[in-house]
Structure formats: structure tokens, C-alpha cells
């Protein structure tokens, strides 16, 4: 399966050389992800606090938390330069694209320039916006692609036949990869799919399949099954919070929590995406701008491929024996062709997030290379694939080619300030909004406590959650801080208006800002605010009633369209004069004003502003309800 030829070596040490480069030229990548929960997993399960913590990271605080230690091992433990973290990923990521280059070589196994070809293969697979955009960081979806990788490549390799040892050691990598992260449980389905193809078509027995399901399911218990019991005793559900209409565990909604900003939501979505990937514009496929001239390339020469071979049908009628064209439906083109069919439509149901399906379009990258060698002249061919790929290079390498991009440099890869005295002594941090900050863990006192009560997910002060707030907070009283992006607190109005929004929102939790007490945290790209918390000064015997009467329009506007408005966690917000719900599912807000007497629904990247009616109106019924999904991308 691996050939260990000179020119073999080459091509490895070019594959891996040109991933370096590329992640020294993109720098390194602190997005989101990074500051909310890439550090926090691996600190969360070394020191603990995984049983003491309440959503700090937010619904992501739950994730398996394994493929996430190297990072935190390299960069806080070992305290390893940014750029040797960077250089590490980049060497490990870049073995993906050797699969796809050894892949290649079983594919043109019979062609004199099968090495030439295999490389054409490897560029064109390497230039994958979806990998280029992660290669080198801290995100844990190109090492799983690795893994998914290697797991076709021992699937297809045999040419006798598919064998139980490959299958078992295939079911392991699947395993293991869905094991980090679910999501590829796509990949286990597509490779399954393949795996039965080469039994049905009589290339392997069906103790192969056994083998396959034996292996994933061994790696998925040894990887997994400890964090899934320790959730299960927990939260009653082995995969918190996700999947709670499945499980039903008391201490999250009992909707469904998946993010739907990029699945398809019409059968015509998932042919439309195709050339939509195509276009210069955020959240196609990804929260960025990840152009891919790539899949509608492939697309328009497979429609070719179809009519060249029907014509070739009706002009001969039949060509080849029967057992010739079974040959042909059994060869590696049509197997990988499966594999990324069968991941594609998976893909797109589940979560059309192109971080998420690496292998699919590097893969995509090779059967495009092999379209222009069946169906053109082979000198044409060459060029037309050099010129996609410096073309498609040169497209993406115009947008932003990392989330947050930040400069290489010698010093720490997470680079935090913190005072003293969170070092020295231990507090409850309870963060407000969507993003936690909650990679500040390791930086400050380990024996400490994270709550993000106000976030993606609003957590209760009712019911079995809410007790576990409430008993979080009893513990911690006297001792608990508010943990806020700063702002100019020179700024008089801006000040005020801060301090009026901080009281509305803390009051349900029975907290308020003691503004003396304030500690500057600074990181990398933000600046927090780490305020004591102290009880309320005055009670607002308003509250209550207002709140039962917002619950009400709430649940009514949840009620008539809850596709859209979920999962519901029955929690409302009150903010200066508006009430406010966020669904994380579609990243929807709908805001009660109590100023303006109007209910609206608000989606910040599809620039709507929804008027539903007034809060009576609503409460009656009467309100314009629009339950059809409105586009979740970027306007233009």
C-alpha cells in the first residue's frame, strides 16, 4: 500500500514542505473556537473541573475533549513557541494530503506517469479551501481528516480484494475520528458504503464488513466511552446537550441543538450549493469566505462523462462483455465517486459546514484530476489542471485566509495577562454572551470555578438545571466574578448605559457589578473585564410579573414556528426596556420591546429585522408569523 520509491519521497517531502509554507505565510489562527473552548476541554479533564464547571464553554464545554490535548499539551503545558505549535500541526495536517497522493497512485496504477498524476492530484487536492483554511492551527478537524483518509486508502488499496486486517485496522481510524469529533459520522457511513460496494462487487468477503463495524466500534468505546459514562452520570445523556429529544435528560430542552446555518433546507439546496461554493461571499459554506471553483468544475464534467458514455452506449449498443463493464463499475473511480456522493448528501443533512468534510473535497480535488485525464487529450489535461489550480490558489489566497489571523512570533501561542490575584486565589468567573472566553482557564487559578449562564444557551434558575446554577452560585457567594469584554469607561453615556444593561441581566441570577472592584485580563485580539458580583441593591418587584408576560409571547412565537425558533430552553432575557430569546439553531433573536410596544425578529448576517406585531397581538395569535426559513448566509 505505501510505496517507499525515491520519487514517492519527494513527492511526501514537497506535500508536507508546501503545508509548512503555506501555514508560516497564512499565520496562525485565533478564532472563536480557540478563545471559547479549544484550551478549555483538555484543562477541563487534567484538573477536574469538567465536574465542577456549568456550561462554561458554552453546549461545547460537553465535546470529547481528547482531541484537543496535544494542542494543550504543546502550548500551555510545555509552553512550546507559537511557531513550533504551528510547524507541528502543519506536518501532521499535511499527512492528509500524502493519503490523498498515495490514494492517487492506486487510481493511475496502470498509467506510465501514474507519480505525475498522483501529484497533479495531490496539488489539486492541497489547494482545498477548506483545508488550507485550518492547516496549521489548533482545529481538530484536519487531524481527523487524516484519519478518515487513511481509512479509505486501506479500504480501497488491495486490488485482490478487500481483507479483513485492512477493514478492522479501517474501522479503528473511523472510529477514532468519529470518536473526537461526531461529525464524522458522515465519513463512517461513506467508507462503510464503499467497504459494502467491494463485497457486493466480489472483492472482499462479507467478514470484512464485520471487521470494519468490529474495529470502529472498539476505537469508538476506547476513545469515547469513558467521557460518554461520565456524561451519562452527569446529565443523563452520553452525548450532552446534543441529541436531547433523543435522551430526554431534565437538564437541557428536549429540542434537538444543531447548528442549521449552512444545511440544506429544500431538495434544491443541495445542487444549488454546488456553484454556490463557487461564490466570493461569507457563510456559503463556512463563516468565512471559502471560494471553491472546484465541486462545480467536477460537477460539469461529470454531467460530460454521462453524455459521452450514454452516446457511446447508443452508438455501439453494447461495449465489452458483461464482465467487462462489471469490471468497470467495481474499479476505484466509481468507489471514490461513492465515497463522495454518499458524503455530500450526508453532509448537507447534517451540517453543510465545509470545516467538517475535509477528506470530501480533498477527494473531490482528486476525481477532478481524474475527469480532465479521461475526457481530454492528456496534454490539455496538464494544462487545464495547472491552471485550475493556480487559478483556484489565487482566489482563495484573496480572502482572508484565516478566521483571526495573527502573526507568527516566538512567544506563547495563547498569550494572556492576567493580575496576580487570579492567579493567587480561586473565584467563580460567570461570563455573559456568546462567546465565553472560557480559554482563560488555564491562566488563572485552577481551584476556580466558569459559569456562561448568558450565551448560546440561557441557562435556568428553575428546574433541575436551574438548581445546578443556583447551587453553583451558593457556593461560590462572596467569592464570584462577572466576566465582561471591556469597554471606555471614560465614555460617561457609554458607561451608564454598560452598568443600567449589566444590573437588567444579572438580576434574574440574583448578581450585580460591584464597578470598584474591576481586574483587566488581556489576550490575544480581546480585552475582558474580570468585575466582583455582588447581591442586587434594590429588588425590582416588577420583574416577576413581566416576566410571566414575556414567557407568554415567547413561547407563543416558539409555538407556531418551532423549526425555526430552537431549541426553546424557556429562559428569557431581560435587557434595558426589551426582553430578548436567542436560538442557537438558526441563530435567531426575537426581541420583545417594551419601549415600542413591538415584537421582532432580528438575524444579523441575513440583515433582517422581522416585525411580528405588538406583545398583545402575539399573545393572541394574531401576529404575522412567517415560519418559512429565510436565507442564513451573508446578505449581499
Not at 7 to 19: E, G, M, P, Q, R
Not at 156 to 165: A, H, P, T
Not at 283 to 293: A, G, K, N, T, Y
Not at 562 to 591: C, H, L
Request: glycine content about 6%.
Amino acid at each position: 500500500m505505501f510505496e517507499f520509491r525515491q520519487s514517492n519521497k519527494v513527492a511526501w517531502a514537497i506535500i508536507l514542505f508546501a503545508s509548512l509554507s503555506w501555514t508560516f505565510w497564512a499565520g496562525k489562527d485565533l478564532g472563536w473556537d480557540v478563545a471559547n473552548h479549544h484550551l478549555y476541554l483538555p484543562f477541563s479533564l487534567l484538573t477536574g473541573r469538567y465536574d465542577t464547571d456549568l456550561y462554561a464553554a458554552g453546549p461545547q464545554s460537553y465535546q470529547n475533549p481528547l482531541g484537543y490535548l496535544p494542542f494543550y499539551l504543546m502550548a500551555v503545558v510545555a509552553e512550546w513557541p507559537a511557531w513550533v505549535v504551528g510547524a507541528t500541526f502543519a506536518f501532521i495536517h499535511g499527512l492528509g494530503i500524502v493519503a490523498v497522493f498515495q490514494i492517487a497512485l492506486i487510481v493511475w496504477s496502470r498509467d506510465r506517469l501514474r507519480v505525475f498524476w498522483a501529484a497533479l492530484a495531490a496539488a489539486m487536492a492541497w489547494i482545498s479551501p477548506a483545508f488550507l483554511v485550518v492547516v496549521g492551527t489548533s482545529s481538530i478537524d484536519p487531524i481527523t481528516a487524516v484519519l478518515i483518509l487513511l481509512a479509505l486508502l486501506l479500504v480501497i488499496g488491495e486490488e485482490d480484494g478487500l481483507e479483513s486486517r485492512s477493514a478492522f485496522k479501517a474501522g479503528l481510524l473511523v472510529g477514532l475520528a468519529f470518536a473526537l469529533k461526531q461529525s464524522n459520522a458522515v465519513f463512517a457511513l461513506s467508507i462503510g458504503a464503499v467497504a459494502l460496494w467491494r463485497v457486493l462487487m466480489t472483492q472482499g468477503r462479507l467478514r470484512a464488513m464485520f471487521s470494519l463495524v468490529a474495529g470502529g466500534l472498539l476505537a469508538t468505546c476506547s476513545a469515547v466511552g469513558w467521557w460518554a459514562w461520565m456524561l451519562w452520570e452527569k446529565f443523563n445523556n452520553p452525548i450532552y446537550p446534543l441529541y436531547n429529544n433523543v435522551f430526554h435528560s431534565p437538564y437541557a430542552s428536549q429540542d434537538p441543538m444543531l447548528a442549521m446555518r449552512f444545511m440544506a433546507h429544500s431538495p434544491f439546496d443541495y445542487v444549488s450549493r454546488i456553484w454556490e461554493m463557487a461564490w466570493f461571499k461569507e457563510f456559503v459554506s463556512m463563516e468565512s469566505i471559502l471560494p471553491d471553483i472546484r465541486p462545480v468544475l467536477l460537477f460539469a464534467l461529470a454531467i460530460m462523462l454521462f453524455l459521452v458514455t450514454v452516446g457511446r452506449f447508443v452508438v455501439r449498443e453494447v461495449q465489452g462483455s458483461r464482465s467487462e463493464r462489471s469490471n468497470k463499475l467495481a474499479s476505484v473511480d466509481v468507489q471514490l465517486a461513492l465515497f463522495v456522493l454518499v458524503s455530500y448528501f450526508l453532509w448537507m443533512k447534517t451540517s453543510g459546514n465545509a470545516r467538517y468534510v475535509i477528506p470530501l473535497f480533498l477527494i473531490i480535488g482528486l476525481l477532478l484530476v481524474r475527469l480532465l485525464w479521461a475526457l481530454m487529450p492528456l496534454k490539455i489535461a496538464r494544462s487545464l489542471c495547472l491552471i485550475v489550480i493556480i487559478l483556484q490558489l489565487s482566489y482563495f489566497a484573496s480572502a482572508n485566509v484565516r478566521l483571526v489571523p495573527k502573526r507568527w512570533d516566538a512567544g506563547p501561542y495563547f498569550n494572556i495577562e492576567v493580575p496576580k490575584r487570579l492567579i493567587d486565589k480561586p473565584y467563580l468567573h460567570v461570563s455573559l454572551g456568546l462567546q465565553s472566553f472560557a480559554s482563560i482557564a488555564p491562566f488563572i487559578n485552577a481551584h476556580g470555578a466558569m459559569m456562561n449562564p448568558v450565551g448560546q444557551v440561557s441557562l435556568p434558575t428553575s428546574g433541575p438545571l436551574g438548581k445546578k446554577v443556583l447551587d453553583l452560585l451558593a457556593a461560590w457567594r462572596g467569592r464570584t466574578r462577572i466576566l465582561m469584554p471591556t469597554f471606555d469607561r471614560s465614555d460617561v453615556d457609554r458607561r451608564v448605559a454598560i452598568h443600567s444593561l449589566m444590573q437588567s441581566i444579572l438580576y434574574r441570577l440574583g448578581l450585580d457589578v460591584n464597578w470598584s472592584d474591576c481586574l483587566p485580563i488581556r489576550g490575544p485580539g480581546f480585552n475582558l473585564l474580570s468585575c466582583a458580583a455582588v447581591m442586587p441593591v434594590k429588588s425590582d418587584q416588577s420583574f416577576e410579573s413581566q416576566r410571566i408576560l414575556m414567557d407568554e409571547a415567547f413561547e407563543k412565537v416558539e409555538a407556531i414556528c418551532p423549526m425555526i425558533f430552537s431549541p426553546r430552553t424557556g429562559v428569557s432575557e431581560r435587557g434595558v426596556g426589551k426582553w430578548q430569546r436567542f436560538y442557537a439553531n438558526t441563530d435567531a433573536t426575537v426581541t420583545i420591546s417594551q419601549t415600542d410596544d413591538v415584537i421582532f425578529v432580528s438575524h444579523g448576517r441575513s440583515n433582517i429585522d422581522r416585525v411580528i406585531g405588538s406583545i398583545n397581538d402575539v399573545r393572541a395569535g394574531k401576529g404575522k408569523f412567517e415560519c418559512k426559513m429565510w436565507s442564513l448566509r451573508a446578505p449581499d
